[in-house]
Each structure stands twice: as structure tokens, then as C-alpha cells.
Antibody, heavy 122, light 108 residues
Framework: QVQLQESGQGLLRPSQTLSLTCTVS??????????WSWIRQRPGKGLEWIGY???????SYNPSLKSRVSISVGTSDNQFSLKLTSVTAADTAVYFC??????????????WGQGILVTVSS | SSELTQDPAVSVALGQTVTITCQGD??????ANWYQQRPGQAPLLVFY???DRHSGIPDRFSGSKSGNTASLTISGAQAEDEADYYC???????????FGSGTKVTVL
């Protein structure tokens, strides 16, 4: 059974770069055909898809964040990361990493990390 | 803005049936996925595809789709079903993933 765990900085100043890592156990990023994804949830709000990295390193990003976001597979085969530049208070959210199994080609997030709260404040 | 539209809130009496909907043009081509999120927890995949309940999900949860509208039905709602429910799918271009705005289900 796959498990995901987010880690990284919990408090940032405006204009800094958010960096998070997702550690995956029970699966191999490069050995599987899943989309490894980041999703966030602002306080009291709904879920927002940020983007994914595919096992072959192909990426796709939410158009609203594309100019600031980068997702990549780590040097180890069980980690992928998120970088979001020039953060503002609007980027304060719980960030989830997730495995997108894309069942029926419809983008299916079948496993989730517990989430990590990132606060942007001066 | 979301390309998938959900009603903000619904309520259901304990043991009764409730249906929540997700509407969007991309659903004429793709299936909806449904997630349950209890307060302070990560979302949990509940239902996906034509008729697929995720592992460990009770059979009181079922799904369907007609045209551009997908539905999740809880038959015999239990107190533990009180949660936010989100749908997701691909967007109309097919390149991106999108979530609905979420429906808060209250069990009375």
C-alpha cells in the first residue's frame, strides 16, 4: 500500500520560495505510470490542483500558477518536490502530495499525504 | 473559478438518502472522481469511473453520470458521512486536472 508524506518549511516571508518534498513508500516513482501531484487547500476553501510530474519527468501545471511553479522527481526514486517562487499571503495553504492514477483517463487521486501547512507572513 | 460546479451544502436525515451533483462540460468526455474530506483530514477517494468504489468504501456510496452531470449518492447516510465532498476530473482541454468547489454534507 502506497504512503505519501510531505515535508518542508512551514513558515515563509513574502517573496521567498516555497520548497516541499513528498516521500513515497510502497511505490517507485520512475517504475510506475502514475502522475505524482501537488494539491493545495487555502484556509476554509476548496481543493486546488497545482500540477504533476509523470514518471518520465513530463510535467503539467495549473495555468494560474504556471509562471511560479516547478515540480520534479528527486535524485532518489521515492521523492518528488514542489517549488513555488515569489510567494504571497495568498499562497498560505495546506499542501498535499498525491498519486494520480488517472483511472479512465479522468485524473484520479487515489492516495494522499496528510498535508503540510505553509504560512506566508511578514 | 472552477470548471466543475457543486452545490455548497446539503443536509440529510440520519438513515436517509442524499445525492450530490457535479456539473461541467468536461464530464461529457471524462468521468468524475469523488472525495470525502472530514475536518482536519486529507481527502479520501470514494468513487470513480463508471461504477467503481474505492477500496474500503461502504457500498452505501454509489455514483452515476448523465450528460455533463455526475452524481454521488449516499444511501442510508450515517453520522460519519458528515463531511465535505469534492468532485474532480480533467478540464475541457484534457490537459489539466480540476476540482469542484465542494459540497458540505450535514447529517441531521
Amino acid at each position: 500500500q502506497v504512503q505519501l508524506q510531505e515535508s518542508g518549511q512551514g513558515l515563509l516571508r513574502p517573496s521567498q520560495t516555497l520548497s516541499l518534498t513528498c516521500t513515497v513508500s510502497g511505490d517507485s516513482l520512475r517504475g510506475s505510470s502514475y502522475y505524482w501531484s501537488w494539491i493545495r487547500q487555502r484556509p476554509g476553501k476548496g481543493l486546488e490542483w497545482i500540477g504533476y510530474v509523470y514518471y518520465n519527468a513530463m510535467t503539467s501545471y495549473n495555468p494560474s500558477l504556471k509562471s511560479r511553479v516547478s515540480i520534479s522527481v528527486g535524485t532518489s526514486d521515492n521523492q518528488f518536490s514542489l517549488k513555488l517562487t515569489s510567494v504571497t499571503a495568498a499562497d498560505t495553504a495546506v499542501y498535499f502530495c498525491s498519486r494520480d492514477a488517472d483511472y479512465y483517463s479522468s485524473g484520479t487521486f487515489d492516495s494522499w499525504g496528510q498535508g503540510i501547512l505553509v504560512t506566508v507572513s511578514s | 473559478s472552477s470548471e466543475l460546479t457543486q452545490d455548497p451544502a446539503v443536509s440529510v436525515a440520519l438513515g436517509q438518502t442524499v445525492t450530490i451533483t457535479c456539473q461541467g462540460d468536461s464530464l461529457t468526455k471524462y468521468h468524475a472522481n469523488w472525495y470525502q474530506q472530514r475536518p482536519g483530514q486529507a481527502p479520501l477517494l470514494v468513487f470513480y469511473g463508471k461504477n467503481d468504489r474505492h477500496s474500503g468504501i461502504p457500498d452505501r456510496f454509489s455514483g452515476s453520470k448523465s450528460g455533463n452531470t455526475a452524481s454521488l449518492t449516499i444511501s442510508g447516510a450515517q453520522a460519519e458521512d458528515e463531511a465535505d465532498y469534492y468532485c474532480s476530473s480533467r478540464d475541457t482541454s484534457g490537459y489539466y486536472r480540476v476540482f469542484g468547489s465542494g459540497t458540505k454534507v450535514t447529517v441531521l
